[in-house]
């Protein structure tokens, strides 16, 4: 059984910093693209950021120059370091991950269960 387990939100002023991480735990047996997805109340889901196994990366504009992902692929972990904090960035941040686990025939996608982040302005 795989297991994505997101950890690091909490409650930030405007301007301030935090660093999310999500570690894939379970019987895996490659990680291809890690993704960082967030939902704020009322909305839509969205894509905030994704790192390949290969280490390139990519960004919703809004979060380019202020969020950077990176990876640790021996601890088949993800990381969201989040600066220059706005109001609009509230949300439920989820952990997302494509892999293959070793019971498991083929690439499915897993969902870590959110980690909320709060910035007051």
């Known amino acids: 059984q795989v297991q994505l387990v997101e950890s690091g939100g909490g409650l930030v002023q405007a301007g301030g910093s935090l660093r999310l991480s999500c570690r894939a735990s379970?019987?895996?047996?490659?990680?291809?693209?890690m993704r960082w997805y967030r939902q704020a109340p009322g909305k839509q889901r969205e894509f905030v950021a994704a790192a390949s196994s290969g280490g390139s990366t990519n960004y919703v504009d809004s979060v380019k120059g202020r969020f950077t992902i990176s990876r640790d692929n021996a601890k088949n972990m993800v990381f969201l370091q989040m600066n220059s904090l706005k109001s609009e960035d509230t949300a439920v941040y989820y952990c997302n991950a494509d892999l293959t686990a070793r019971s498991v025939v083929g690439v499915s996608s897993y969902w870590g269960q959110g980690t909320q982040v709060t910035v007051s302005s």
């Open positions: 379970g019987s895996i047996f490659s990680i291809n693209t």
